[in-house]
């Protein structure tokens, strides 16, 4: 049995064998994509193997693929780039959609975590003369939920809108593809599918508006100044390849095992709860509370039984926030407090499902142990 169960992928998930083969490959090579000897020749072409894998996944064109340091820089770049300066987004959208730029107008969403989409065809209906932006993500980071993207895109075309989604929680996980959605600009982040950190992409549909203001080279065909990240990039396409190549499977399979967990886990404790359950959700993903218990406690609890889980939404300062999304979806904030995600992934193993199962279960008594011996000392 393993030393640990990483049930934590949405906030990264391990680099896959074969990412860190190609990675390998490239960091020796060497050589600048833009030098015309044979040495950048070699990094051009690794770059732009990487290309195709990853449009492959989302159904894009190569061309429509621009390399970024991540899905918050892709978020930011299409936030910015679409020119447009009234923006949408939905409640439940990660900061770096939601802080990408000033002024950006919230739709709400239900208690389930899905857009409200009378609110978004209200909001657009005032846009008039100054059409929008809208940004709705695939699916959600902290719960799963996914978002209705085909008719958001109906009701933004219908007011000469453009659309951003976000699909860095979702690519990997259930296939997506550009133009079925209708999209004009997606998110893509690569260590959320099995890449290396620090490298993801956004997807420009042919002829969409784009534009930057990042001054410098002519990378990325002028749309991404700055020399490649030729080694990430070519570990993100051999991820994006093996992700596209199991996807269906993989996400049978895990949302089996989602369904075991939280039925598992609400038999264990009753008054647990599982956010988003009424809505579609990506397999991989579980958000739920335990009342009564922090969501900190119980993340070291997990962690001293050698099970990595998050605590609502991760953060980089290592502290647990308040999860916004929670907050927008009506949870009460001392129920939120109690949340946690469990996030599975490419690697994930029935072993690792038992063991966080058992860590609830023990963590449960113990919770329960010490109420009882709380009433009695009163
Ligand atoms: N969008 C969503 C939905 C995410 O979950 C994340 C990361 O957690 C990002 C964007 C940012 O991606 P990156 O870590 O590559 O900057």
Not at 61 to 70: A, D, M, Q, R, Y
Not at 125 to 144: C, D, I, Q, R
Not at 247 to 269: F, N, T, Y
Not at 339 to 348: D, H, P, Q, V
Request: charged residues 20%.
């Amino acid at each position: 049995m393993a030393a640990f169960a990483y049930l934590d992928h949405n906030a990264t998930s391990p680099l896959r064998p074969a990412a860190f083969e190609s990675m390998v490959e490239v960091l020796r090579a060497g050589g600048n994509p833009s030098s015309v000897h044979a040495a950048g020749r070699k990094a051009r072409a690794a770059v732009e193997t990487a290309r195709r894998r990853v449009a492959a996944l989302v159904g894009a064109l190569p061309v429509e693929i621009v390399f970024t340091s991540g899905g918050t820089e892709a978020n930011n770049l299409a936030l910015s780039g679409a020119g447009r300066r009234r923006v949408l987004v939905s409640a439940v959208e990660h900061d770096s959609v939601l802080r990408a730029v000033p002024g950006a107008e919230i739709v709400g969403v239900d208690g389930n975590g899905v857009v409200d989409l009378a609110g978004l065809e209200r909001a657009l209906a005032a846009s008039g003369a100054e059409p929008a932006l809208v940004s709705v993500m695939l699916a959600n980071n902290e719960t799963g939920v996914l978002q209705p993207i085909a008719d958001v895109v109906r009701l933004a075309r219908a007011a000469g809108a453009l659309v951003h989604c976000d699909a860095v929680q979702a690519a990997g996980k259930v296939p997506v593809d550009v133009h079925g959605l209708g999209v004009d600009y997606l998110s893509l982040s690569a260590h959320k599918l099995g890449g290396p950190t620090g490298v993801g992409a956004l997807v420009v549909r042919d002829g969409a508006p784009f534009a930057t203001d990042r001054r410098g080279g002519g990378q990325e065909s002028n749309r991404r100044a700055g020399t490649e990240n030729v080694a990430g990039i070519a570990g993100f396409g051999a991820a994006a390849q093996e992700a596209a190549g199991c996807a269906p499977d993989l996400a049978g399979r895990l949302a089996g095992w989602r369904d075991r967990i939280e039925l598992s886990l609400v038999q264990i404790a009753p008054r647990a709860r599982v956010f988003g359950v009424d809505a579609g959700r990506v397999g991989n993903t579980s958000c739920l509370s335990m009342p009564g218990v922090p969501a900190e406690t119980q993340v070291m609890a997990f962690d001293l039984a050698g099970v990595y889980i998050g605590a609502g939404a991760a953060c980089s300062s290592g502290k647990v926030q308040r999860s916004a999304v929670l907050a927008a979806m009506g949870v009460p904030a001392e129920e939120a407090a109690t949340a946690i995600r469990i996030s599975l992934g490419w690697n994930t193993e029935p072993a690792d499902i038992e063991r966080l199962i058992a860590a609830w279960r023990d963590l449960y008594i113990r919770v329960a142990q010490s109420d009882i011996s709380r009433a009695e000392a009163a």
